[in-house]
């Protein structure tokens, strides 16, 4: 793969990560104090997503935790812990 390709891949993929991030976010709610949501691609289809809280770096701490799933439009489909709506 060329490196313009590798280049274009990783921004598509970093693209559908963060909107991983973002269903999970919108699916809990926003904590008080929320820091910033990140997702780590574990294989294609699936996500671990960590929403951290703290109101700055210094004190941010992993409030929630989710290993989840998506189809082949990026769209959840399932969580383990389910996610529950708590904010």
Not at 28 to 44: H, N, Q
Request: no cysteine; hydrophobic share 40%.
């Amino acid at each position: 793969m060329s490196k313009q390709l590798a280049a274009l891949a990783e921004i598509e993929s970093s693209g559908a990560t963060n909107a991983v991030g973002r269903a999970v976010l919108s699916a809990l709610g926003r904590p008080a104090e929320f820091l910033r949501v990140t997702a780590t691609r574990v294989t294609e289809t699936s996500h671990r997503v960590n929403v951290l809280v703290g109101g700055d770096p210094t004190k941010a701490r992993i409030a929630h935790s989710f290993f989840v799933t998506t189809d082949a439009d990026g769209k959840l489909t399932g969580s383990a812990p389910p996610i529950v709506r708590s904010y």
